[in-house]
């Protein structure tokens, strides 16, 4: 079917960088909408960033000014690049998609998740 899957997690500390990326492959006709969402131990998942095929972007407010999310279309791959990096950001990040698999066959997809720890 799709797949997706993302790089990049690991360990950093307060006020460093990452860069996390998700690949989509399989049965991929048009991806339209790509995102990043995360879960910390106990609590709900929550949307970090968005971006459309188009380029709208949308952001957490508890991100914004410290992250950027990005895509190439091309390649079926979307970034989430982290900067100044808090404690608090430490949580397991899924990229999301909502994928024609066809014209007509709309269906939203997730990866199996990365760990993002950010030391304090």
Known sequence: QVQLVESGGGLVQAGG????SCTASG?????NT??????????QRELVA???RDGSTN???SVKDRFTISRDNAKN????????LKPEDTAVYYCNAGVFTTSTN???????????????
């Open 17 to 20: 960088s990452l860069r996390l």
């Open 50 to 52: 968005a971006i459309t």
């Open 77 to 84: 791959i979307w970034y989430l690049q982290m900067n100044s």
């Open 106 to 120: 709309y269906k939203n997809f997730w990866g199996q998740g990365t760990q993002v720890t950010v030391s304090s």
């Open 59 to 61: 952001y957490a407010d």
């Open 34 to 43: 790509m995102g990043w969402y995360r879960q910390a131990p106990g609590k």
């Open 27 to 31: 049965n991929i006709f048009r991806i």
